[in-house]
């Protein structure tokens, strides 16, 4: 397990990615005020706000647990940096710094470590790992309903302005960034979890996720033209719905209660847009049947609305809409078959009991307890 200088890179791509991303939401928000549309800009920021408190009070609870497993108080710096919205950039910073050290000032040719240099990479794989999931949480939360957002003002307008174009193309990134890196990173950090290596089956995944998510996407477009009520009913349903899983999954992801609960939630609404791995197990028919249920809804969502009365775009421009999500749907699915049938680091393993229950971890890691697969 070694945290390497290309690994280095990658973070710090991910934090510009990051911040990036941050830039353009603010950009899109004041632009939608200054353009008179309060909704979407309320909207926006609602996104953006609901996403980093989520974010910032799990980065929190990490930081006391990680105080309080070292025998440390917890300070009120720490406090006071998360009140402020600066937990993610605190925890880059400290990730960084430490990866820095590590990677160019304590590389070795060799492959032969000393206990402490093993220690120093897991240490920085771990703080990495963190901030990977932090990112995948913030990326579920605020990017995707900004995604749908912002597909719904360019297919109302018929037209979108530079921030918009930005603003779709940013969250595109930061979505397949996120997702990636963090199953890279989760691996990484699991010593008993094979590694997730080579190009293919990066890309193979990445593909998976993306065109999955945009054809889903596109239908929550769609049925946002049709009845917003409607829309809406759909989402809170399916949030309510992956909330009951997870409950029924009894997940063990947070030391306190109401964190395990508001983590339940999260799961909830990430299941909302797509499928992952919450406990570690063997889960061929939970997909099987999500992905039925989602191809269903999809044409579904499609039939209705080319034969609803509500004439919202003209034949062609729907034509070329319908077959985008199709398309999408389709490549999305085979990327899965492909990746889990080709690339799946696991696919030539017997089948395991329960990675949760049924057996430990070589080390203490929260990452154990969250699975994305």
Not at 175 to 192: E, G, M, N
Not at 270 to 280: E, Y
């Amino acid at each position: 397990m070694k945290y390497t200088k290309l690994n280095f890179m990658l973070s710090v791509l991910g934090i510009v990615i990051y911040i990036t991303d941050l830039i353009v939401d603010i950009w899109v928000s004041v632009r939608f005020f200054y353009e008179g549309q309060n909704v979407f800009g309320i909207l926006t920021v609602s996104f953006m706000l609901f996403g980093t408190l989520v974010v910032q009070c799990f980065s929190y609870s990490w930081f006391k647990a990680d105080l309080k497993k070292a025998g440390q108080e917890s300070q009120c710096c720490f406090l006071l940096l998360h009140c402020l919205q600066g937990g993610v950039f605190t925890r880059y910073w400290f990730a960084l710094k430490n990866g820095y050290n590590v990677a160019f000032k304590n590389s070795s040719k060799t492959d032969n470590f000393t206990e402490e240099q093993i220690d120093s990479h897991k240490e920085v794989i771990d703080r990495m790992t963190d901030l990977s999931m932090l990112r995948l949480f913030e990326t579920y939360l605020e990017g995707c309903p900004q995604l749908v957002l912002q597909l719904y003002t360019f297919l109302e307008l018929g037209q979108a302005n530079f921030s918009q174009y930005a603003a779709i193309l940013v969250s595109c990134c930061a979505i397949s960034w996120s997702t990636v890196a963090y199953q890279v990173a989760l691996r990484k950090s699991l010593p008993d979890k094979n590694l997730l290596n080579g190009f293919c089956p990066k890309f193979t995944y990445l593909f998976y996720k993306l065109f999955t998510l945009l054809s889903w996407k596109l239908s929550i477009v769609l049925l946002l033209f049709l009845d917003v009520k409607i829309a809406l009913f759909l989402l809170l349903f399916l949030w309510f719905l992956g909330i009951l899983w997870a409950f029924k999954k009894q997940t063990q992801f947070c030391a306190s209660i109401s964190m395990e609960f508001l983590y339940r939630v999260v799961v909830g609404f990430i299941l909302t847009f797509t499928f992952f791995n919450i406990k570690g197990q063997n889960t061929k028919c939970p997909m099987f049947c999500y992905y039925i249920v989602r191809v269903l809804a999809t044409v579904g969502i499609l039939v209705v609305f080319w034969v609803s009365p509500v004439s919202i775009f003209n034949s062609d421009y729907f034509m070329s809409i319908s077959i985008t999500i199709a398309l999408t749907l389709v490549l999305g699915i085979i990327f899965l078959i492909v990746y889990y049938g080709t690339f799946h680091p696991n696919r030539n393993e017997e089948t395991k009991p329960d990675e949760i229950d049924g057996k430990t971890t070589q080390r203490d890691c929260r990452m154990k307890y969250f699975l994305m697969e």
